[in-house]
């Protein structure tokens, strides 16, 4: 609050008179809570951009882990009956499947 009546004594000591002090304060007013891309917005904004970059990242981790794991199941016919048992429970003939949750 000190530093506003700072501000303003230091205005009006520039010339400024009240109704164009009133204005300034109007215009900063709505230009940083009134407008569309007001301050809250934009941190609104920024915590969005900050989210998806974490999505994307994920993704992008998620995206190499398949590809390792898609290389593998090509390269490998017991990792191929690996994952066949283990994500679809398939079995052989003479086998029993016991599921624990």
Do not use: C, P, W
Not at 2 to 28: C, H, P, W
Not at 52 to 69: A, G, M, P
Not at 78 to 93: D, G, N, Q, T
């Amino acid at each position: 609050m000190e530093l506003l009546k700072k501000m303003i004594s230091r205005l009006r000591q520039d010339g400024y008179t009240n109704i164009q002090l009133l204005v300034l304060v109007a215009f900063i007013i709505m230009a940083f809570f009134l407008s569309d891309s007001n301050i809250f917005m934009q941190i609104s904004y920024n915590n969005k951009i900050r989210n998806l970059n974490n999505q994307i990242e994920f993704y992008r981790n998620q995206t190499v882990r398949d590809k390792k794991q898609l290389e593998l199941l090509k390269s490998d016919k017991e990792s191929i009956e690996k994952f066949a048992r283990e994500h679809f429970l398939m079995k052989r003939a003479n086998e029993d499947v016991f599921i624990i949750e």
